[in-house]
């Protein structure tokens, strides 16, 4: 057989898990183990491995930095939003007379704890406001009524 070189054999002993993983492998791909055991060793010996490694990372690195991005711009948005509610409320909403103040005080912690409790079945339920927000804020579907 021309041009065919002769390949050296050798014996490795396998961890239990390891062999299943690498039958598993070879299956799937319909290949010898040998062959994919040749190639993960050639892969992990290879002089550019470290740099493929690395451009990985560094691909995966920058995914998480544009996510990180992303949340600090929505927790600066959610921010803004939430000072400029309370602003526009402290601002149209007028002072109760005193009666009906001391009356407001009294309920307090009776509405306080209603809220924190449909927060909480709000948040476990699902879906987010912002989500809706986005959902309503996309532009109608063609054969949709608007």
Known sequence: ?????????????????????????????????????QAAIASFLS?????????????????????LARLERD????????????????AT??????????AARAKLSERYAAYTRALGRRLAKGPLLQQEIAQDAAPPEKGEDS
């Open 47 to 67: 002089p550019d491995s470290a740099e493929r490694q690395e451009a990985a990372l560094a691909r995966r690195l920058g995914q998480i930095d544009r996510r």
């Open 93 to 102: 909403t007028p002072a109760l007379p005193e009666p009906a103040a001391q």
């Open 75 to 90: 927790l600066g948005i959610s921010t803004e939003a939430f000072a400029t509610f309370i602003r526009y409320w402290l």
């Open 1 to 37: 057989m021309a041009g065919r070189t002769k390949k050296a054999q050798i014996s490795v002993y396998l961890e239990p898990d390891i062999m299943d993983m690498l039958a598993h492998y070879a299956a799937q791909r319909d290949q010898s183990m040998s062959l994919i055991a």
